[in-house]
């Protein structure tokens, strides 16, 4: 046990992501029945694939989370499973992922939460890097303007080097968001991102201080988005670190193995619990 109270009744969020085999419904109606009061919405087929909605479809989706009483704490546009890429070298590719994010940010506001989660997209990994940090940066610049216009923030999450050849670690996540400088581009951490890339919980803090704004708290060996307990990852330690740096976001479960398909509840249950354990 350890921090207490504050820890305690702010941090934790379910997510959908491990759910894509049950509907949208049965997945809001697991948090409301595993008492999980925050949720972080995975948006993509067959929940909320923007490319399928409109806002009018999204509002009756926020009606739906109301309606439960839950609070969605983050939108997260599906960004790998799917053919979108800001940084494309293709034209076409590359406005076709534009128009898609842009969607996005309108859903975000139309979901009436104020963060939406984005990543840096990818550069061929046998050409220079320089030419695709350039076309991400100049695309997240955009999409940051849109998102200042439309009240919502966005959360630029580093990914893994088998995802993305850009952003893959603290120091070129700061980078980023320093080339860029608005107030609407903030970062986030990805535990698993974070060990893969060697990084520490002490490195995001001192990077990007209050400016830290979501954590997806999830195990793996080192990679994998596994339930805690599942991998081999020091959780409790990053918990008690985190605690130290007076965290006041959310700390959302983003399980996406597909072993947990079929039983999404078990997989969601038993990093509650271990998460819960660790808290408290």
């Not at 009483?69 to 070298?89: D, F, G, R």
Request: proline share 4%; hydrophobic share 40%.
């Amino acid at each position: 046990m350890f921090g207490g109270e504050r820890l305690k009744n702010v941090n934790l969020a379910g997510m959908n992501l491990h759910y894509l085999n049950y509907s949208l419904e049965y997945f809001l109606d697991s948090m409301v029945k595993y008492e999980m009061p925050n949720i972080e919405l995975w948006g993509g087929f067959p929940h909320l694939y923007s490319e399928d909605i409109s806002l009018s479809d999204a509002a009756r989706i926020r009606k739906e989370i109301e309606s439960r009483c839950l609070n969605l704490v983050c939108y997260t546009p599906e960004q790998l499973m799917y053919v979108n890429n800001i940084a494309a070298k293709e034209p076409e590719i590359q406005k076709r992922s534009m128009d898609y994010y842009l969607k996005n940010i309108e859903i975000t506001a139309e979901l009436g939460t104020n963060l939406m989660l984005m990543t840096s997209g990818w550069g061929y990994y046998h050409e220079p890097i320089v030419e695709a940090w350039s076309r991400s940066r100049e695309a997240l610049a955009i999409l940051a303007h849109k998102a200042e216009k439309s009240g919502v923030t966005l959360l630029l999450e580093p990914l893994q080097p088998f995802e993305s050849n850009l952003i893959t670690n603290v120091q070129t996540l700061k980078r980023m968001l320093q080339e860029i400088n608005m107030d609407s581009l903030k970062g986030m951490m990805d535990i698993v991102a974070m060990a893969v890339a060697g990084d520490t919980v002490k490195d995001y803090f001192e990077a990007l201080g209050a400016g830290l704004l979501h954590i997806h708290v999830i195990d793996g060996t080192p990679s994998g988005h596994l339930a805690v307990g599942d991998g081999n990852l020091p959780i409790d330690q990053y918990l008690k670190e985190i605690d130290d740096f007076q965290y006041h976001g959310y700390l959302s479960m983003e399980l996406a193995a597909s072993n947990y398909y079929p039983e999404p509840d078990k997989a969601f249950l038993r990093s509650l619990e271990n998460i819960r354990k660790m808290l408290y």
